[in-house]
């Protein structure tokens, strides 16, 4: 298991899913594979019907918090899993989704106070071997939605705050 230290942030990363199970191992372990070692990770399943619990359950002893239980829909189930996390910034990755493996350092890399909202690029994939890079952006953010919420890492203060 790998050994956490104070000295670098906390992350958080809440992971949401409903009837997942196709694709929530992949995201799980695209978490616990991280590069960056101070990592809370969170999962809010939905009530899942599907094998999602029993997967979770198969890495329960390396995830830090989660519960199975009805929401009213993914932000819904995006804010309870932010209200269970103590980090300093917040990661938010659907079940359906997963990290590269050093996506967090990048972040924490890049980290540099508690009123800075860090973005990254996304890829999309249409197959395995096809995908399309969108980048993220606030040029226009009153008219469209440029900020891909899987690239997104957020300060639990400024959650705290809004």
Known sequence: MRQKTRSAPLVSIVTVAFNAGRTIEQTILSVLD??????EYI???GGSTDETVSIIKKYGNKITKW???????????????????SGKLIGLLNADDWYEKDTVQKIVDNYTDDNTVICGNVKLYN????YKIKKSTI???RSIMGIWHTGVFVPKNIYNEI
Do not use: M, R, W
């Not at 995006?78 to 996390?85: E, H, P, Q, R, S």
């Not at 197959?127 to 096809?130: D, H, L």
């Open 34 to 39: 991280q590069t960056y070692i101070n990592i």
């Open 43 to 45: 999962i809010i399943d």
């Open 67 to 85: 519960i199975t239980e009805p929401d009213n829909g993914i932000s819904d189930a995006f804010n309870k899993g932010i209200k269970l996390t």
């Open 127 to 130: 197959n395995p071997f096809k």
């Open 139 to 141: 040029k226009n953010i």
